[in-house]
């Protein structure tokens, strides 16, 4: 990002502040060479009003902090000067500190453009010789030295940290405000909230709504859509509908953003009835659908593997004039892939490349991932070289796909020289990455490198999640160390973590693994406790430990508490059972509970008839014994 880009032209050529990232605190006075005058302020002044930009440039290495703090209040009713000269003195930061920096951001907010004023709050961010309290206090310092008025140099800040990303920064700098009764303006305010939606920071974004209401900042029809998403975002649907009505009674007309916001809440959730609803009232006040309505209708349908109806609204589109664009394509050809039908997900490239629609960096993902599901991994190279050809370099999500598919097929070795690649490229992984190669390392009993990997996330400042602790817990269990398993449920509970009942489920397992299924029990009942619902999977688990074990009465006491719950036994409910009565050669049962699973409408497969043949065995070779 360059600097100057924000600045007005000038005939001369000025070097950029693209290099000007560090700032220091210290006031650097070094002696003149004696072919430089004497500088002071005058001689500064003269030369910046006369342009003269060589002798500043000269000089630039003699300039002090507090030479240039003098100069720049002399300069605060000349802005234009100030950021010319800021250009010239990007490759000597040392009289750039905190107070000048400060003092020149107090001067190059009267510019038509708040850019530059920005750009200069990056750099002195990214520096990182002074906190958020400090630099608003030297922001405050520099007002009262130049007289200025202003306070929209807070909202400068404010949106510096939001552009950066740093919301807990911004949100500190907004009561900083307050705190010195400075009232954000509303662009500011809508600023942060929309970074907290986009961050996931809902109570973020509800503290702060809150607040503004309490300094009575009236809100836009942006912070009303902005709002509405937050709450789509959290599930709360028929809230957002309220919101419009809020909107509407303080004369405030919703428009095809709020109302496409609230469909597309509907249409993730697969709730296309209500989604129809809205649709409705829409056009009923005038406002017509546009691309990205149908997108939601379209993207929702696919995920639930409607693929006709959702054909159906893409005619639509067609027929009132609307062109498809490369989102409405890409949840069609997801949602083809994910029904394995990569003819037809094919023919819709086919025919988005025919319109002119050029396939994105998501639709190559799409393919690729779909190509590996299916074993083609030849066709799946080729999409990649396709893709390359194109422009387009693989992403973190193209090498997590990779990663994930070599992990699956079990080759470690190519996943982990996918993730040094990955990481020579300057991609960064995510926890997504981490899992696969999690995953793997625990097929191959290399659990040792497992651990270290968490080690490894925790260092690169991301949070490990449940999906990444069940991987490591699914790990240990699957080879033999239970109680290292216990461990991570405790890490979990330390960080904050919650459980789920693949957690427990896989706990559980790893107990009936050593035969140890009274505590497999006893996790049920914690998983209960903990307000975790267990799944037929979880019953599975006990039946079958039980059964392994032979004691059909404790088997049958769980698959009749499964039904009393409410879950219907499964084909791995029959097997486990069957394969429990013909251990204990009770034949005769096995083949009433396979008679019953087929009235059921459940087939038998290869372990059910295997488990009844080795009974019959069984009994034949005790009856030649008896014979003998």
Known sequence: MKFLKTFNSKPFKRPTLNSFSHFSSVIESQTPSSSIPPITQSTLLQSIESSQWHFIEQVAPHLTPSLLSSTLTTLHQNPQHVLHLLSHLHTHPHCLNLTTCCLAICILYRLSSPKPSIHLFHHLIHSGTATNRMIFDELTRARDRLNTKTSVIFDFLVRAYCELKKPNEALECFYLMKEKGVVPNIETCNQMLSLFLKLNRTQMAWGLYAEMFRMKIRSSAYTFNIMINVLCK???????????????????????????????????????????????TMKDKGLEPDCYTYNSFISGMCKEGRLEEASVLLCKMLEIGLVPNVVTYNALIDGYCNKGDLDKAFACRDEMISKGIMPSQVTYNLFIHALFMEGRTGEADNMIKEMQGK??????????????????????????????????????????????????????????????????????????????????????????????????????????????????????????REGKVEEARKLLDEMKRRGIKPDHISYNTLISGYSKRGDMKDAFRVRDEMLNIGFDPTILTYNALIQGLCKNQEGEHAEELLKEMVSKGITPDDSTYLSIIEAMEKVDVMVGDEDE
């Open 391 to 512: 422009g387009m370099m693989p992403d973190a999500v193209t090498f997590n796909i990779l990663i994930n598919g070599y992990c699956r097929c079990g080759d470690a070795k190519r996943a982990f020289s996918l993730f040094d690649e990955m990481v020579e490229k300057g991609i960064r992984p995510t926890l997504v990455t981490y899992t696969s190669l999690t995953y793997v390392l625990g097929k191959r009993n290399r659990m040792k490198e497992a651990d270290a990997l968490l080690k490894k996330i925790q260092q690169e400042g991301l949070s490990p999640d449940i999906i990444i602790f069940n991987a490591l817990i699914d790990g240990h269990c699957a080879n033999g160390n239970i109680d290292r398993a216990f461990q991570f449920l405790k890490e979990m509970d330390n960080m904050k973590v919650l459980p789920d009942e693949i957690t427990y489920n896989t706990l559980m397992q790893g107990y009936c």
């Open 234 to 280: 959290e599930g709360k649907l028929k809230k957002a509908n309220e919101f419009i009505g809020n909107m509407e009674a303080l004369g405030m007309k919703p428009n095809v953003v709020t109302y496409n916001t609230v469909i597309h809440g509907y249409c993730l959730r697969g709730k296309f009835q209500g989604a129809r609803v809205i649709f409705q």
